[in-house]
């Protein structure tokens, strides 16, 4: 059974740090598209980053280009979200996702599989 599980979530002040971890089960993070989508209050949920499985390329919403970065480990199956100068506007609930088989372009669609998300929140 699939399942991914997010955690590192919390509040932060401005300009702060943070760390999401997915533990995933039930297959490989490095042989299938990963990625992180978010949802603010209000707002549409919208993709943050995806990690493609052949050549490990990464894709960034404009939003969290040069702030944000995903990668993933084989031995731990876990994929990261490492976020540095977090802004407010980034305040959100994070969602770890997975594609299984057919890649960035597809789970930034839709992905297969979601985590039950954590709670970011940055504010002074």
């Known amino acids: 059974q699939i399942r991914l599980v997010e955690s590192g979530g919390g509040s932060v002040q401005p300009g702060g740090s943070l760390r999401l971890s997915c533990a995933a089960s039930?297959?490989?993070?490095?042989?299938?598209?990963m990625g992180w989508f978010r949802q603010a209050p209000g707002k549409e949920r919208e993709v943050v980053s995806c990690?493609?499985?052949?050549?490990?390329?990464?894709v960034y919403a404009d939003s969290v280009k040069g702030r944000f970065t995903i990668s993933r480990d084989r031995n731990n199956n876990t994929v990261w979200l490492q976020m540095n100068s977090l802004k407010p506007e980034d305040t959100a609930v994070y969602y770890c996702?997975?594609?299984?088989?057919?890649?960035?372009?597809?789970?930034?669609?839709?992905?297969?599989?979601w985590g039950q998300g954590t709670q970011v929140t940055v504010r002074s």
């Open positions: 996702t997975a594609e299984i088989g057919r890649g960035c372009n597809a789970l930034m669609e839709a992905p297969d599989y």
């Open positions: 039930g297959f490989s993070v490095v042989y299938h598209a």
């Open positions: 990690i493609r499985s052949i050549d490990n390329y990464e």
